[in-house]
């Protein structure tokens, strides 16, 4: 076997492929290998969109809750200084 070898990344193929010498057929085998690579690597950056638009709302809905948590908390502890002022 002349030329270089390399192997496929994804999913642990265990097969070799020669860089030159290859015939027709090779090519084609590789090629269609290759294309259900891309495939597979485009499902996940689609599922890796759609998770972090989930995850990016979530955390704005805490955000906002945070808020309007700290909002209340504020106007609470200035009802209490102020009926406290007004008794001492």
Known sequence: MRGML???????????????????????????????DVGDLDGRVSRLETDFTVMMSKLDVLIKMGRVIVGMVAAGLGLDLGVEGGMI
């Open 6 to 36: 390399y192997q496929s990344p994804l999913r642990g193929r265990a097969k070799l492929y020669r860089a030159i010498d290859m015939t027709v057929r090779e090519n084609e085998i590789r090629i269609e290998s290759l294309e259900e």
